[in-house]
Each structure stands twice: as C-alpha cells, then as structure tokens.
C-alpha cells in the first residue's frame, strides 16, 4: 500500500465516526508498505497489510471463497473486459475509455469503487493526480496490484469448455502507475475521511450490494462539498441475490423507490428526501455498452445506464 493513502484512512468499523489509523511498517519498498498493520486510535480494530495488500473492510475474517468474484473463471472474464484492448483482441469494448471521458474535466484526488481489476482507476489517473480502486475482492484487488507492480499480467483466457490459452495483457508504458493504487474494502463502509475526494466513479456495482442507498450516502460522504463529479453508471438488474426487494432503488411498481432505478438515483442525487447533501446537479444521462467475455463464442452485451453528477 502506498504511503500516500494513509492521509486519506480512517477506520471503517467506527463510522459515522472518522477516527484515524496508527501504521506499523515491518517491511517496505520505497513509499509501498509490504508488510504491517493499522490500527484505530479509538476502537483498536486491526486492518493488515499483507504483501502490499490493506485489507480495510470493517468486519472482514478471511477471504469470502463463496463470491464468484474470487473465482478464476470470472477473473479472467473481467481481465479480458478492462483490458481485451491490450491484448488486442478486435471484439475488445471501449466501454472504460467512454466512462473516463465523461469525468475527463476532474482533477484532484480519484475514487473508483467495486474497481475489480483497475481498468477504470488507470483511466481515471490521465487526469486525476491519484487514484484509489477499492473492491472486496481479494483477488481482483491481488491481481490489480500485480499490474500497478509489474506493468504486465499473463492470465488463461477461455477457449470452450476446458480449452485454454493463456495470453499477457502489457500496460502501456505511458500509463501513469505512481499515483494509483488499490485495496480491499467496502462500498457500504468506506474507510476514507469525509470530503477527500474529487473525483468518483461507481461501474456496476449499486445493483450488486445488499443495501444501494447506503453506498449512495457513502459516496456521497467522501465527495468534496463542492467542486466534485461523480459518475454512476449501472445496468439495475436488481436481483434478491443481492439486496431485498425493499432495498432496491428502483425495478417495481410499489414506493419505495418504485420506477426506473436510474430516475430515482438522480431524483436522491438531487436532494430528494435530503440523504445526499449538498445536493447534486445532474450534468448527463445515456448509456455505455460493455461487454463481458465467458468463453470465445459467448459474450455478455451489457447497456450500462449513467449519471454523471456534479457540485
Ligand atoms: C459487476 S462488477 C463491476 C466491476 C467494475 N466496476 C466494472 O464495471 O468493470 C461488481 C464489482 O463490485 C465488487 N463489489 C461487490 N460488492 C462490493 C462491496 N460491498 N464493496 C466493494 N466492492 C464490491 C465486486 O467484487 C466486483 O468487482
């Protein structure tokens, strides 16, 4: 983890609460801390970094082996959808450079939440002077860092059925890599100071985690009051595998939040029943196609709605 961040941790399991983390370095590289542990000044809870991964959920005990994204089978799927471009493979989606785009005017400080394997967070670094992904996956978050580390990541991609082969996707050499870094926590509660951040951006992740309007409100707590954007951008397959129906933002007829997920997302960004303040100016809405790979002849066409907000 780099040095850098520890000005922008707080603890997590103390919140609303901001307490700040006390770091024990046992080993380290120039600025990256490879090995340690930080600990709340108030609480006393203890957050390891483990061969340079900070692992920064609030109640986390090892590794959470049932998520599909642990598995290698949807690693390499979400290798080949941030980065097909690298390889090159001409069926590769441009769907990260069009989200970046939108938050190209940004400066400041970055926040890509649910960043799995970093696409986002390298796009976001052209403009943003650093960037922190944050995921609850250990391994998109190992395998984002070995990219941050060495540039390069080689990685079995799915033929059909048990055919593999395996390819290296190469990070370009003009990509920033000094001011990104990744690490593991929750978009529900996130260990970051209030206001640090200019620049966020939330990829497919409100319809996946089990209460949407609590990831909004921590967005939103992280966000500068002012001079801040913010991109959401989701399909809303809003599905009980992930949150019970009444907390869905959207996808049914019956209050609450009855209609379209991304009307009401930009009804709360604007102030609706005030839980996001300052409220948000809606800057632009339409959709991003991104694609998902599961094996050569099997592809997932995905219409990402989005939001882009500022204030
Ligand atoms: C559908 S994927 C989207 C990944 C990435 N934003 C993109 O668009 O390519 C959802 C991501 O959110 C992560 N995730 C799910 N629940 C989370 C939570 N509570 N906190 C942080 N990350 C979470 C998953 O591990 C996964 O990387």
Not at 99 to 111: F, H
Not at 139 to 168: H, Y
Not at 205 to 212: E, G, T, Y
Request: charged share 25%; proline share 5%.
């Amino acid at each position: 983890m780099k040095e850098w961040l520890l000005d922008l941790l707080i603890c997590p399991a103390c919140l609303p609460a901001e307490h700040s983390l006390r770091a024990r370095v046992d080993d380290r590289q120039r600025d990256d801390i490879l090995e340690g542990r930080l600990t709340c000044s108030a609480c006393g809870a203890h957050y390891p970094i483990c061969s340079g991964i900070a692992f920064l959920e609030p109640h986390r005990s090892g590794p959470r082996p049932e998520s599909k994204y642990e598995t290698a089978s949807v690693l390499s799927s979400y290798l080949w959808s941030h980065y097909g471009d690298l390889l090159p493979d001409p069926e590769a989606s441009d769907a990260y450079r069009a989200w970046a785009e939108l938050l190209r005017d940004s400066c400041g400080t970055g926040l890509d939440l649910g960043s799995a394997v970093g696409r986002m967070s390298f796009e976001m670094s052209r403009f943003c002077e650093r960037v922190v992904g944050i995921d609850n996956s250990v391994a998109f978050i190992r395998t984002a860092r070995e990219l941050l580390q060495t540039g390069r990541k080689t990685f079995d991609l799915r033929l059909e059925g048990l055919l593999t082969e395996p390819v290296t996707v190469i990070l370009p050499e003009t990509w920033s890599r000094e001011g990104v870094e990744f690490i593991v926590g929750d978009a529900l509660a996130l260990p970051f100071r209030g206001a640090g951040f200019a620049s966020l951006a939330s990829l497919n992740l409100i319809d996946k985690v089990p209460l949407p309007l609590q990831h909004l409100r921590e967005m939103n707590r992280v966000a500068r009051a002012e001079g801040a954007q913010l991109l959401l951008s989701d399909p809303f397959s809003w599905s009980t595998d992930a949150a019970s129906e009444a907390d869905w933002l959207g996808g049914k007829p019956a209050a609450p939040y009855a209609g379209r997920g991304l009307d009401n997302v930009c009804e709360l960004l604007a102030g609706r029943d005030q839980h996001l303040q300052p409220a948000w100016r809606i800057a632009g809405q339409g959709h991003v196609w991104w694609k998902i790979r599961t094996h050569s002849n099997h592809f997932e066409l995905i219409r990402s709605c989005y939001v882009k907000a500022g204030r």
